[in-house]
């Protein structure tokens, strides 16, 4: 929210909490370590919970435990004959007896807070103990007079290490009260339309409710902060690409004549879609201003080739091409991908790098010198990448393949590595609606086509008790040279629940195929032996390959006919649509399994159903939406670090989707401060 303060000059509010009174430089390394570090952070630390204190002028037993605040006679302080008992004070509240419980007191402050023969007033828990009225460590002690110091509604925040609730009470109430009139950032009969308080007005109702009708209004308030947020995220993403567009010096002079050579060599022909998605993405490279693109497409519709040929374009004119997958297994299948594709040109001189954290020592340091002298000119790998150490000698292209799987920053920190062009991948289509909200700071660019020669996949839902059968059929696919996958939920049993797990899997089918070859393979094992299951699986040496859903993307073996997916009443639409985009790619036809097991929901019923019904992934991602609603795809899309302080997207999509709208709506007439 930082730009829209700005925006209205109310910049104080991004002023350091150490610039608060009452805050000293031990309080604000506190809340510094909280995430605490402006006035604005203070203000957007919400209270969880509130608590009302009833003020009481008799006693009713019938309405107990209740918190009150009560005026008290204190009689008389009876100390405790050992250190583990409470101190008990004898008082007296409108005829009743009363017993005060203190197990920690300061013996020095006793009698100013609880004065023997004077009339206080205390607000805490009151509970009967048998007959006998009894409060155990009232919050407030004051005078008469100074009532006014006890809330009627008292906000109770988060815990912060080593602050109490009634310093952060004390010290936001203090803010508060000291506000300077705020403008409204948004148009005025928007927020007529919403009936929502103003950002000032808001704060007050949630951090400092006076009453009941205050209380009814938090709801609005909270709604209205959180808009406030995901408007501003819209903002400055809309800005950020604005900005990046404005860059200049990142044009790349590439070959052209050799990505016409490397796509006429090729053993199959690119469909139109993925022509017009490589000229769009060559035609912003070859531009000054910085690329952001999101490229999506249908599974199987050949977006991997289109990145390796604009990768080979920035090769070809002097720079290097960092491409970043979320697990081994697809990084080292993107270097397969790529090396096919220079052996049609019989390019030698490429020094394809793979650079994952399985890396020893060793290797690590003679592949990052091989990065940094610019002799690597194509880097493939995981997380790795964008760590502090690697450092590239012109970075010019980066791709991140499954971008769902790293967060914001992480994607960031990988494009600072140079003057980057970036590119990023989605695995499954993304609802255009979604796609422009989530990716508003990138160009989007959809291939919509697959390969003509492409066979559909037949797809059939079977119960669990009915897995002999669909054994049969996968030994006489089997016998007949065809390969097949076999993808479990889980590595290992969970005492936590009864899902199908790939190890216990594994040995029931090696069991079972005594006379075929069977694989396995998960995110847990050693990345020289994921390499070397996949490498005997592509050779046809292994038969079965059991698997958790680290096959789900990239895993390309034509001669794969079968993929059999157990719990899949568990799995979503988009990752069902994925599994399955690994048969179907050769000229054999394909089937896909669906192993469910119970009682089936009515939406698992309903996901089954789309999925033998259609094979549209574009069709499949609307459905999706229709089914889980836009949250849990935003989370899905969204996930990585935490980008909201108030409220997770997948809580409040529709004010996520409608903040998006809002900011497309009114960014041309944002203040020019801004």
């Not at 697990?327 to 394809?352: G, Y």
Request: a positive charge; glycine letters at 6%.
């Amino acid at each position: 929210m930082k730009d829209l303060l700005k925006s209205v000059g109310q910049e104080y509010l991004l002023d350091s909490v150490s610039t608060l009174k009452g805050i000293g430089p031990k309080s604000s390394k506190t809340l510094s370590q909280a995430s605490i570090e402006s006035v604005l952070d203070l203000l957007l630390l919400l209270p969880r919970k509130y608590k009302r204190r009833d003020r009481w002028f008799k006693v009713d037993k019938r309405l107990l435990p209740r918190t009150v605040t009560i005026e008290v006679l204190i009689k008389n302080h009876i100390y405790p004959k050992n250190r583990r008992s409470p101190l008990r004070i004898s008082a007296e509240t409108y005829g009743s007896p009363l017993i005060i419980l203190l197990f920690s007191f300061n013996k020095a402050q006793l009698n100013n807070y609880y004065p023997p023969g004077e009339n206080i007033v205390i607000s805490g828990d009151l509970t009967l103990d048998g007959s006998k009225l009894t409060m155990i460590h009232p919050d407030y002690s004051v005078k008469p007079d100074e009532i006014y110091k006890i809330p009627e509604i008292e906000p109770i925040y988060p815990s912060v290490y080593g602050l109490g609730n009634k310093f952060l009470q004390k010290t936001v109430g203090n803010v508060i009260n000291d506000f300077n009139s705020i403008a409204e950032w948004y148009p005025k009969k928007f927020i007529q339309v919403k009936n929502w308080p103003s950002f000032s007005e808001a704060l007050s109702l949630i951090h400092m409710p006076k009453d009941n009708k205050d209380l009814s209004c938090i709801i609005k308030a909270r709604k209205r902060l959180i808009f406030d947020e995901f408007y501003a995220h819209h903002i400055k993403l809309d800005k950020f690409r604005r900005t990046a567009k404005k860059k200049e010096g990142f044009k790349v002079e590439g070959d052209k004549v050799l990505i016409k050579n490397l796509i006429n060599n090729l053993s199959f022909q690119l469909t139109k879609g993925q022509l017009n998605a490589l000229y769009e993405i060559l035609d912003d490279i070859e531009s000054e201003p910085k690329m952001n693109r999101l490229l999506q497409g249908d599974v199987g519709s050949g977006k991997t080739i289109v990145v390796l040929l604009a990768a080979m374009f920035v090769v070809s004119g002097g720079h290097q091409v960092a491409i970043m997958a979320p697990t081994e297994v697809l990084a080292m299948q993107h270097a397969k991908s790529l090396k096919d594709v220079l052996r049609a040109q019989e390019i030698n001189k490429l020094n394809v790098t793979i650079l994952t954290g399985s890396d020893n020592r060793s290797e690590r340091e003679k592949k990052l010198l091989l990065i940094s002298c610019g002799e690597a000119k194509i880097v493939i790998g995981t997380h790795a990448l964008f760590q502090r150490n690697v450092h590239f000698h012109n970075l010019r292209l980066a791709v991140i393949d499954e971008q769902h799987k790293f967060g914001v920053m992480q994607r960031f920190r990988l494009e600072k590595k140079g003057n980057v062009n970036s590119i990023i991948m989605s695995a499954t289509p993304i609802p255009r609606s979604l796609a422009l909200t989530v990716f508003s700071d990138r160009d989007l660019t959809t291939i919509k086509e697959k390969p003509k020669n492409r066979l559909s996949i037949e797809t059939l839902a079977i119960s669990v008790k009915k897995i002999r059968k669909l054994l049969d059929k996968l030994a006489k696919q089997m016998s007949e040279g065809q390969q097949v996958y076999w993808v479990c939920p889980l590595i290992e049993e969970n005492e936590n629940n009864h899902l199908s797990n790939s190890n216990d899997r594994f040995l029931y089918l090696r069991n079972e195929f005594s006379q075929f070859k069977v694989g396995l393979i998960h995110g847990q094992m050693p990345s020289e032996d994921k390499e070397s299951e996949l490498k005997k699986f592509n050779e046809r040496k292994i038969d079965i390959l059991v698997s958790t859903t680290v096959i789900e993307v990239g895993i390309d073996n034509p001669n794969a006919t079968a993929i059999v997916i157990e719990n899949a009443n568990r799995f979503g639409l988009s990752q069902l649509h994925q599994l399955r985009g690994r048969v179907g790619r050769g000229d054999k036809k394909s089937y896909c399994f669906l192993v469910y097991d119970g009682n089936l929901s009515d939406q698992a019923i309903q996901r089954l159903k789309i999925m033998k019904e259609t094979q549209d992934g574009f069709e499949i991602a609307e459905k999706d939406m229709a089914l889980r609603g836009s949250g849990d795809l935003l989370g899905t899309m969204q996930s990585g670090h935490k980008i909201f302080k108030l409220s997770e997207v997948t809580e409040e999509p529709e004010l996520f989707l409608e903040a998006y709208k809002l900011a497309q709506d009114t960014k041309t007439a944002v203040p020019k401060r801004y």
